[in-house]
């Protein structure tokens, strides 16, 4: 291991270093695969966010890419990090998805499991996915159809048991851009086939997280995955690591040769959509948003609102919509806004508008203060 645990990264170091691995210093020239496996997937509760954030990180980026990867099973959409739904590779959903059953695992011994004690779930979980292997069902279907099996139980509570257990696609037409669909699952080897068998590796995932999120502590890598116990994995890599502290005197690990732009590298205005990663994916995230405007932007039900970034830091929130023909782009600073930045977020909503409503007949960005 090279230590240098007596160098400090500032709060702005630790921006620009998040911010060049996340492509959002700069927009890269790679496929839209590439960049969703460079981010070890996108985090995908509903439908659209990602493609706003492929737009903001890949050159030239066309929404129909992503639309094509998921019809022709390259890339696809399944419950992962955080026990929440991304969007990632085929590869990677192998290799991926094995890794987070402890945590999806946890879950359903947790309170909310309860109402399952006693309850034969290997055998309720083996049902459920010869139905869906059969064909892709919603879970208003899987719902009555094990209810036909297991009157006795709480069908809604049996399908949360088998989302748990089983690696569950949710197919197309649900996550295309500017289609509508209810969501559907089938089984991820019903999807893409069996194929060669995975090899999951907890010391793989570790180093990719550094990769796209580094310099991180382990309280960061277990908050972005969801996952417990990664002290002794990360003592395992320490080898293969660099160390830092931040200013709080916290260790932090990266990789050797990943990017570590210096505290005045410029950062250029971006929008990040609903649910993205960037906001989620360490337990100290004031690198990149303050403890304050944190509370902003994730709501009581769950919801993680748009923002958008100036000098590298989420300085507010943004929603777009599009009424009788016309598209609008409502801009929420946290606080004024300096006039060179000001104009950039106008130029850069426009383009945003631009390409997630071609057809209107006006596109306009609106500043709420």
């Known amino acids: 291991m090279t230590t240098d645990a007596e160098t400090v990264l500032g709060r702005r170091e630790l921006n620009r270093a998040l911010l060049a691995r996340q492509m959002l210093l700069r927009r890269e020239p790679v496929t839209a695969l590439e960049a969703i496996e460079r981010l070890v997937g996108m985090q995908a509760q509903a439908p659209n966010p990602p493609y706003i954030g492929l737009w903001s990180r890949v050159e030239g980026f066309e929404f129909d890419s992503v639309s094509r990867l998921l019809t022709e099973r390259r890339a696809l959409r399944i419950v992962l990090m955080r026990g929440t739904l991304h969007l990632v590779g085929a590869r990677d959903a192998r290799v991926l998805r094995p890794l987070t059953q402890p945590l999806l695992d946890r879950y359903r011994a947790g309170p909310a499991g309860r109402g399952l004690d006693g309850v034969d779930m290997r055998a309720v979980a083996d049902a459920a996915r010869a139905l869906l292997d059969e064909e892709p069902r919603s879970d208003k279907e899987l719902r009555t159809l094990l209810a036909d099996r297991w009157p006795e139980q709480d069908p809604a509570l049996l399908v949360w048991g088998v989302r748990l257990m089983l690696p569950l696609v949710q197919v197309p037409p649900r ?77 932090l690990y990266d990789l050797p040769e990943a990017p570590r732009p210096g505290a005045d590298e410029p950062a250029p205005v971006r929008f990040v959509p609903e649910f993205d990663n960037l906001t989620l994916s360490h337990a100290d995230r004031t690198r990149v948003i303050s403890d304050e405007h944190r509370k902003r932007i994730f709501t009581v039900n769950g919801i993680i609102r748009a923002t958008f970034l100036v000098d590298g830091f989420v300085h507010g929130m943004w929603k777009a919509e599009k009424r009788r023909g016309e598209a609008t782009l409502r801009i929420d600073p946290f606080a004024p806004v300096p006039g060179p930045e000001r104009t950039a977020l106008e130029e850069e909503g426009l383009r945003l508008l631009a390409a997630v409503h071609p057809d209107a007949k006006a596109h306009t960005v609106e500043f709420l203060s």
């Open 175 to 251: 996550g295309l851009w500017g289609k509508a669909g209810t969501a559907r699952h089938t089984t991820l080897d019903a999807w893409l086939g069996e194929g060669a068998a995975a090899e999951p590796s907890i010391d793989e995932l570790v180093l990719r997280y550094l990769g796209a999120f580094g310099p991180a502590s382990v309280q960061d890598v277990q908050q972005w995955s969801g996952l417990v116990g990664l002290r002794d994995v990360v003592e395992r890599l320490e080898p293969k690591l660099v160390r830092f502290r931040d200013e709080r005197g916290r260790v």
